[in-house]
């Protein structure tokens, strides 16, 4: 455990606060366990252990000797199940081959979906609300309010309603930006309410029951996991030099990806159409007039825009002042054009005489990323994991790609999630070679550590069979469950290999020495592994806050290693005899070291 968990301690990235103190955990824990093992363990064996003889004529002793007859007979009926896999190694081996594959394909099902971390269900959820291009702010905060009350007024279900009218409806943090007409909604349900009603079930019909009242309104619902982020899971970034062909390409992947199961929502960042006033100056008119284009600029601006140069002081607190023609002044374009401006003569001029002013409709925002024009696609996910949304997206891409000169970048929850998971995969391979290292150490043998490695091949198997019976998803936490199984699994097959090498010593054949091995050690592996299963299933069937992030991480462990309790005890010893023989043929030692007659035991 110390040498797998070690390289993750230095693992950069989003996930290496988090990891980074599970760790450190994991080490200091497992160095101190080693040191009790060494000290006081054997001191407490030598002052309390004693030989106990059960007595059958006493009802709890009776029931000890009952369970010790049922060890011995599982273990005796095991051991004659390994003798016969090393008779029929062919057959063994392709079971084994055809049981860890089958594990593998079911990983192709969508069974199992891929996210960054488990969102569970917390009860709170958000309602954004777009209005019409046309409705002011005041407008927006009357319905926003409606809307408020009609959820309040549930109050056997909602606890907290918090509105942003105007506020934050994109971007990130301090590049934040909202308009005067949208409005976000964020609910809270009652403690305990999402386990009567899913919080995906209600917030489903809190929209649906928006859009019915208020048809008008483009209303979006997001459910908040544990990780209360606004973010868009699904986040893709296109850059052309090309503007036309770039929206081109967005719309057609937006389209494609409405058609994924699970995705939903999705939107183009630059696709928000706002109508604008458009004054093309003649120049020509304007030197006939007299009318210098610097002050009609700044006329125009301060007129339609304001200007707060001026301020207010009130005892030393200063409010800036915006002066700007009034609202009723400039609420048509009739009333644009009838705006005059002073020649240098002297004499008034209306806009209308030398502009002309008409109505267009622009993109309401722009975006660049290197300087290259740019676009975000953003959808978010209902009923399903990210990463399967994703592969749905790349499947299509990859029967109908972009435009070449269209650029692609992902973003959001997947980037993160392959940048974790490409981490935690190296972090897995650096703990993999570490423990063959350790073995080679410790066995002064390069082929035997080897073997050992096998039993952590079939732990997989377990791993995801649990991960498909339970419909959970492949996420940091998972992959963390795994990288704990290299430590864990390992010890059943080194238990296995090393006692081996120990009857090898004293002079008995391999064959008979992997027998024993396995009936000598098959007691502490049954009472190791049953005893780490049994302290997961707290674990994997809580339902509190937070427990999603626990769930996949304890079924992958309780599978790895039930799979690897009954799989290990056979393809260790096959692997190690198969091994020992091609060993022995290399070295020509004689046959009747690796012979199947079982000795007497």
Known sequence: DVVVFSPVMFIEGTISDILRQFSAVVVVSTLMSLFVCFTLTPWLASRFAKDVKLNPKNPLQAILIWFEKRVDIFTNQYVKLVAWSLRHKIIAGVTVLVIFFASMASMGLGIVGQEFVAQGDQGKFMI???????????????????????????????DIVFANVGGPSSGMGAASFGSENKSELTVKMKPGKQNEIPTINYMNAIRNEIEAKYPGIEVKALNIGM???????IEIFLSSEDTDLLMK??????????EIKGAKDPTISTDDISPEVRIELNREKMGQLGLPI?????????????N?????????????????????????????????????????????????????????????????????????????ASGNVATGIIDYLEENPLNENVRMLWGGEV????????????????????????????????????????SILVALVGAILALNLTSSSMGIFTMLGMLMLLGLVAKNAILIVDFTNHLKAEGKSTYNALLESVRERMRPILMTTIAMVIGMIPIATATGSG?????????????????????????VP????????????????????LHFEEDPI
């Open 574 to 593: 096959m692997m190690y005899y198969i091994v020992d023989r091609i060993q022995a043929k290399l070295s020509r030692k004689k046959a009747q070291e």
């Open 294 to 306: 610097a002050v009609i600029g700044m006329q125009l601006q301060n007129a339609l825009t304001g």
């Open 249 to 258: 390409e967005a719309k057609r992947l937006k389209d494609a990806i409405l």
């Open 415 to 454: 980037k993160r999630q392959n940048e974790s998971m490409g981490a935690l995969g190296m972090a897995m391979g650096i703990g993999l070679i570490l423990v063959y290292l350790i073995m080679v150490a410790l066995y002064d043998n390069f082929v035997y550590p080897f073997v050992v490695l096998f």
């Open 128 to 158: 954004k609300l777009k209005y019409d291009k046309s409705a002011t702010f005041e407008e927006n905060n009357t319905t926003t309010l409606e809307i408020e009350q009609m959820i309040l007024a549930q109050k056997e279900m909602v």
């Open 308 to 384: 707060d140069d001026s301020q207010f002081d009130d005892k030393g607190q200063e409010y800036d002042i915006r002066v700007m023609i009034d609202k009723f002044d400039r609420k048509n374009i009739d009333d644009i054009k009838s705006m005059t401006f002073t020649a240098n003569d002297g004499k008034q001029v209306r806009l209308s005489e030398f502009a002309e002013v008409t109505i267009d409709n622009a993109n309401g925002s722009l975006e660049r990323k290197n300087r290259i024009p740019n676009t975000t696609i953003r959808a978010y996910v209902l009923g399903t």
């Open 547 to 571: 427990a999603e992030w626990k769930n996949g991480l304890a079924w992958v462990l309780i599978g790895g290693l039930t799979s690897s309790m009954f799989l290990t005890i056979i393809v």
């Open 227 to 233: 990780v209360e982020s606004e973010e868009a899971p």
